[in-house]
């Protein structure tokens, strides 16, 4: 998961790293100079002093003097070199603007290329530079760590920005919850809602499920057997075509037989088709959801975050559902989507079958998007 981003941001770390070393040795080598200057003054001052008396005194007593004067200045210097070695050590290295400037461009060029959208890499790099600038780094501190912990919370920041707690939405919302999917051809919508089905039914909410793709050959016998799998009621048509009718009369089955939660499928449709994106909207009106999902796949990268916006932008959307970050090696949708929708991710699918969902929390995101 997400290895090729992992891989990407290793340039950036490496940079930064090496630039702090190199200040840092720069500033050791000026430390140690000037330890070294100031060794030799002290050195200098007892030999002058007592070099008057040794010249006072005659014969072997006075050399013996001399000899035993040279060898406590030797030791001065050894003890004053380690002492300004450990200082060394402790030498702090202050990162400025410049000294980032190429680190900083190297990230930007690692979050595009891993298909983050632009004003989210933008904001990114904006906060990992708050973060570096000014800040005092000891040159034996980890400088790994220090560019993790900086990457982390400008991450964290942007993937936490409009966090949603679905568990607690449908535990307070009046029953039944309506929840709609929507979203383009084969990222996983069906799969989703079945999915979704599971979670709640192992949370103790009952849930119908509504066939509301009309459109696709076969897409009502699909969530059949997803039903039938997890032994929960669908409510489909027969031959209908309305789908707006279909989920309408799901709600209707969910209020009889007082039912937690209505899950909706529609066909999957591209925001270009103006049909079907009336058709969309004709749902949204009559079934006046709790929830409209979007549902797209992790691996379109940009192509998903941009439907996401569009969708949004013809009928919004309450959160999305980012499918197949199992496969994805890049994780820019994931980073981006909420960004640049302003809604939250609800959910992430990890793989093909029920129990390969995720409840969105940044820090697990975050874990996998810099993990080893
Ligand atoms: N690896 C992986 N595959 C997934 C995930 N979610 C769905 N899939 C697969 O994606 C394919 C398409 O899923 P569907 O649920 O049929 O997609 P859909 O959006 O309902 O498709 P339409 O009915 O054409 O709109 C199936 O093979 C699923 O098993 C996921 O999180 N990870």
Excluded: C
Excluded at 176 to 199: D, E, L
Excluded at 302 to 312: G, I, K, P
Excluded at 336 to 363: A, C, M, R
Aim: aromatic letters at 6%; a negative charge.
């Amino acid at each position: 998961m997400f290895n090729r981003f992992k891989e990407r941001l290793k340039g950036f770390k490496e940079a930064v790293s090496t630039k702090i070393q190199e200040k840092g040795e720069a500033e050791a080598k000026k430390a140690e100079a000037k330890a070294a200057d100031k060794s030799n003054a002290e050195e200098k001052r007892p030999t002058q002093d007592k070099g008057g008396a040794v010249a006072a005194k005659e014969g072997k007593a006075g050399e013996e003097e001399a000899g035993q004067v040279q060898n406590n200045g030797a030791k001065a210097k050894q003890s004053f070199t380690s002492r300004a070695k450990s200082l060394i050590f402790e030498q702090e290295v202050v990162l400025d603007e410049k000294d980032l400037a190429d680190p900083l461009w190297e990230l930007e060029m690692a979050l595009m290329e891993s298909d983050v959208a632009l004003p989210v890499a933008e904001t990114i790099v904006a906060t990992v530079r708050d973060e570096l600038v000014g800040r005092k780094k000891k040159i034996r501190a980890d400088i790994g760590e220090i560019v993790e912990e900086a990457l982390r919370s400008a991450l964290f920041k942007v993937l936490s920005e409009n966090y949603f707690d679905v568990d607690e939405f449908i535990a307070r919302a009046d029953k039944p919850v309506k929840i709609v999917f929507v979203g383009v051809n084969g990222t996983g919508k069906t799969t989703s809602i079945a999915k979704v089905a599971r979670y709640l039914r192992d949370r103790g909410y009952s849930v119908v499920l509504a066939a509301g793709d009309t459109f696709r050959a076969g897409a009502v016998e699909q969530i059949e057997v997803h039903a039938k799998n997890l032994e929960v009621k669908l409510v489909k048509h027969k031959d209908g075509k309305d789908p707006a009718a279909v989920i309408f009369d799901a709600v209707e089955y969910a209020k009889a037989h007082h039912r937690d939660v209505v899950l909706a499928d529609t066909a999957g449709r591209l925001h270009t088709n103006i049909n079907l994106m009336d058709q969309m909207k004709k749902i949204v009106r009559v079934v006046d959801p709790d929830l409209l999902i979007f549902v797209d796949e992790a691996i379109a990268g940009n192509d998903a975050v941009e439907r996401a916006r569009l969708f949004n932008e013809a009928v919004p959307i309450d959160g999305t559902i980012l499918t197949k970050t199992d496969a994805d090696a890049k994780g820019g949708a994931a980073i981006s989507i909420s960004h640049i929708t302003g809604k939250p991710v609800l959910f992430l699918g990890v793989g093909q079958d029920y129990p390969d969902l995720v409840k969105f929390e940044p820090d697990w995101l975050l874990d996998r998007l810099l993990g080893s």
